[in-house]
């Protein structure tokens, strides 16, 4: 029962802690390049959504990993 | 269920159970519906007020669209689709955000729930492939064996990946949302979760818009003449 919990917090945490990284440095130099060039803002505003789009699959998938052992643990 | 909060079926209508979801999905259509509906009522070549709003969200979705596939004839076949997603999706989002609605049951977010979300990603599924074998014809079976016919299996789960990530981004945005303000409201029923509601007025929008993107660029993956 422990290990289920343990599990689970590691399972989002450790998600959290990579998507949070890339999202962080793409963010970063998502906005560095709007600053350099401002005309071009809404394109990469757009590339931006999609990038975080595709980091924060993986954090959901960490999520959704927590939610079952959690469900698994309660049941 | 494991992922369900209720399973609160209502009636059946042939085989299939009529629950909560399916009601309150009704219910936005309804609502979208009759919105259009007023706006377009009384339709003027000048137009003001509601008509205004709507004809200006349709002109942008169109242009977003066509920036963002490229091929004005492919963005203008599949903008409708696209721009219903996005309404869907947000008023579903919304719709677990009205007041009083965690004690309703019935009130849940439809995109809260696996099934729904999966049932919108078959349909951009489907939508990738007509649009790819309406574009090229028999041509398009070429693009899964391109650059060689080595990539064939990774391919084939690419066209598996995209539909799963986009129900599982959906959903599991939504759920996590949801659950996050249940467990705040549990522990401190006043004011504290109303923050992580603004958030999630945010989060919903931009969940939507994801969809919309993703599907859009799958959809010009497919439909373009580069593969």
Redesign the interface.
Known sequence: MGLIALGAGLAVSIAGLGGGIGMGVSGGKAIEAIARQPEVGGDVR?LM??T???I??LT??G??IA??LV?KMTA | MIFGMWDAVFFKLGPIPVDHLIVTQWAIIVVIGLIAFCATRDMKLVPSGLQNGFEMIITWTYDFFTQLMDEEHIAKKFAPLLSTFFLFILFSNYSGLIPGAAHIQGFQPPTSNWNVTVALALVTFCAVHFGGFSEHGAHYLKHFVSPSAAMLPLNLLEEITHPLSLTVRLFGNIFGEEMIIAYLLFMAPFLIPTALMGLSVMLGAIQAIVFTILSASYIAAATSAGH
């Open positions: 757009t959504f999609i975080f789009a595709f924060e699959t959901i998938y999520l959704l939610f079952m469900g």
